[in-house]
């Protein structure tokens, strides 16, 4: 019988047990890595690098999961703050300004072509709602789980998700036709 | 009725949701974990050994070099062979009882 998170979690904070910690890694490696990804949009070298960070914090912190969310949303939730504190030591670094952090990319400027695939029409939405759209509608999480991930209201998500999905639907109808 | 770009796009972001395969990740992240702290249990048990160690000194000494042990197989090797008997199977009955409720214990401990 597979163990669940639950009887994985209990043996690491009764036993400190890394073996049922790795377990916990590899179950949810691919999620955690695949959110980073559209984070990072597609770097998959730091995407990774971040992915590590955020599971060395799980473990170090795994004492203050009390078991009111999954785990699944606690990492991920995790994984958001490390990747925003990357974002904001990158724009320490080269001064990038927070407007243009935000907007990104302007739809507009992305090269016709690339419309044609998804994960590039993706990339291209703003980071809010890039990170919005990404947990609900590719990662599944309810909205009040991606509002408990992102520490934003009920209402932003909801926003964030329906601006997002508007935008990428203008995108793939454009690639429809 | 669902708008048939709605079911497109979330018919493409879920197709767009591929397992990432471990590749060595999981390995990379075991290697860097911090070493694992003495858990409260393996201290638990180390200061149970100690005590009894330091008990058994204690008593070794303050019995007059262990003569009530060799007094009590004396006794025992006075004992009838259903009396002996009785005594063997009691400890072995005590000694299986006590591996249960650990063993019992234990397997409650790790399930939340």
């Not at chain 1, 400190?16 to 790795?22: C, E, L, M, S, V």
């Not at chain 1, 703050?81 to 030591?89: C, I, M």
């Not at chain 2, 000694?95 to 409720?101: N, S, Y």
Request: glycine residues 6%.
């Amino acid at each position: 019988m597979e163990l669940t998170d639950g009887d994985l979690l209990a043996r690491v904070l009764v036993d400190g047990d890394q073996h049922a910690f790795g377990e916990l890694v590899r179950r949810h490696q691919s999620p955690v890595r695949g959110l980073l990804r559209q984070l990072v949009r597609a770097d998959v070298e730091l995407a990774d690098d971040l992915a590590q960070e955020t599971f060395i914090r799980a473990y170090k912190h795994i004492r203050s999961f009390r078991g009111e969310a999954k785990f699944s949303t606690w990492l991920y939730r995790i994984a958001y703050n490390v990747f925003r504190e990357h974002a904001r030591k990158r724009r320490e670094l080269v001064g990038i300004d927070e407007k243009q952090l935000q907007a990104e990319a302007d739809p507009q400027t992305v090269d016709p072509g690339l419309r044609h695939d998804l994960m590039n029409a993706l990339a291209s939405l703003p980071l809010h709602e890039r990170t919005a759209v990404t947990l609900c509608c590719q990662n599944g999480l309810s909205h009040d789980e991606a509002a408990h991930v992102l520490d934003i209201p009920l209402g932003t998500v909801k926003t964030n998700v329906l601006r997002g999905r508007e935008k990428l639907k203008k995108m793939l109808a454009a690639w429809a036709t | 009725m669902n708008d048939p770009l709605d079911d497109l796009l979330d018919a493409r972001l879920r197709d767009e949701t591929p397992y990432i395969d471990d590749a060595g990740f999981t390995g990379r992240v075991m290697k860097q974990l911090p070493h694992r702290r003495v858990s409260w249990s393996s201290l638990r048990s180390f200061i149970i050994l100690a005590a009894t160690i330091l008990s058994v000194v204690v008593a070794y000494f303050a019995s007059g070099e262990g003569m009530f042990v060799h007094d009590a197989f004396a006794r025992i090797s006075g004992l009838q062979q259903l009396q002996l008997f009785l005594v063997i199977v009691g400890c072995g009955i005590t000694m299986t009882i006590a591996g249960l409720w650990v063993a019992l214990a234990r397997r409650h401990e790790t399930i939340f």
